[in-house]
């Protein structure tokens, strides 16, 4: 909650997940003391899953601003345990996730919350804007690589794609899932797209909220090819999660060769195009490694990005 009257109805509590971004964390923490007057009451906590406590610095550094917020540790590694150790204490109506490496514009939570309690919804997800470093390459930025499809205010969105880099939810749906995040995706990830399917699947509604934006910086080692198949490989994956936990297994087999077929022909037309158009060709090579994820993850492929020493 904001410096003031400690005794104030909290509307909404913001949860955030750390690991070794000390730096981006404490930009992050800035752009919530920077949050427009009007925006509802919160309250701010942190759970760091570094058993170094490498965030604390940051923390240091933001209550040495003035600001007021909770910085909780989660010494064992994975995302969701740490996204359900960041709920556990929340008092507020409705909690806000947000990114460690992202940045909330200054009407971000006003908008998020306005809308949601507008249409009566459950929870809303707003738009991430990728911000480019000096020397992102062009063609990562040309092909949109990093662009998440935007819809209209109000839009009720679908299970699928749904994730906790900018979303509120009415804190006593998200408390009656069990964990609320299934912390058997603790370590590979997809925890955010499980549980808002879980939340649909009971009657929630979800809408989007445009106007709600946030800035996903991303790094110079999250400009490369390698990370950009990599980030497409892990979609393919929790695509094919939810495939499997939604269409009847009879047409699974059947379904898994289509993708292997599309994967293996995307990838060779990709690596055709590549010399004549670094744009065109990684664009098909990232469908390639989109299709060839989903049949990974049917083959029993374990990947874990949340076990490394830096998360993705």
Known sequence: MPAGDEHRVIDVS????????????????????RLDPASPSYEIIVVDNDAERSGEPAIREARAEGMTLQYLVEPQRGIARARNHSVEPAQGAFVAFIDDDE?????????????????GATGGVGPVVPRFHDETPRWCIDGGFFERQR?????????????????????????????????????????????????????????????????????????????????????????????????????RNEQVLRWLTSGLAA???????????????????????????????YSGFSYHPYAHDSWR
Request: positive net charge.
């Open 14 to 33: 913001i949860c955030i997940c750390t690991f070794r971004r000390p730096g981006p964390l404490l930009r992050l923490l800035r752009s919530l003391a």
């Open 103 to 119: 940045e909330a514009d200054p009407q971000w939570l006003m908008n998020l919350y306005a809308e949601v309690v507008g249409h």
């Open 151 to 251: 819809c209209p205010t109000g839009t009720v969105l679908e299970r699928t794609g749904l994730r906790t880099g900018n979303a509120l939810v009415r804190r006593e749906r998200l408390m009656e899932l069990a964990g609320p995040f299934d912390e058997r995706l603790a370590l590979s990830g997809g925890e955010d797209t499980d549980l808002f399917m879980r939340l649909i699947e009971n009657g929630a509604r979800i809408i989007a909220v445009d106007t709600a934006v946030v800035w996903e910086h991303l790094a110079p080692n999250r400009t490369t090819v390698s990370f950009l198949l990599r980030r497409r490989f892990l979609v393919g994956i929790g695509s094919a999660r939810v495939y499997a936990a939604t269409e009847p297994d009879v047409r």
């Open 267 to 297: 990838g060779v037309t990709g690596l055709l195009l590549l010399p004549a158009s670094r744009v065109r060709g990684l664009d098909r090579l990232s469908l390639a490694a989109r299709y060839l994820g989903r049949c990974a993850y």
